[in-house]
């Protein structure tokens, strides 16, 4: 258990501290464009990515469709474009996944 909270401490350092080389090194240069425009879209790719991979549940080796996080991304998703606020649609796809699972 000990090598575990060991391993942990490492990867958290290490982690921290190439994020710091590369503030550091990036401190001060002028990016291209089109370097910016894809650090820009980096976030947006890496969070994609995570919740396709909830809505894609593996079950028996199969991938399976999760019908609640679907229906809680999609409400989010509408609630981010009427509300123009992040949190409330997030407690908004929260909410209707929430009752998608134990109602349907």
């Not at 994020?19 to 464009?33: C, K, L, N, Q, Y």
């Not at 992040?86 to 996944?97: H, N, Q």
Request: glycine residues 8%.
């Amino acid at each position: 258990m000990f090598n575990h909270w060991l391993l942990i401490g490492l990867l958290s350092v290490t982690t921290y501290v190439s994020r710091i080389i590369g503030v550091e090194f990036m401190a001060g240069r002028e990016m291209s464009p089109t370097l910016r425009l894809y650090f820009n879209y980096v976030p947006v790719g890496i969070l994609t990515a995570l919740i396709i991979k909830q809505i894609f549940v593996p079950v028996d080796g199969q991938l399976v469709l999760s019908l609640p996080v679907l229906i809680g991304c999609l409400f989010s998703a509408i609630g981010m474009k009427l509300l123009k606020s992040f949190l409330p649609a997030v407690v908004l796809g929260v909410i209707s996944g929430l009752l998608t699972r134990y109602l349907i």
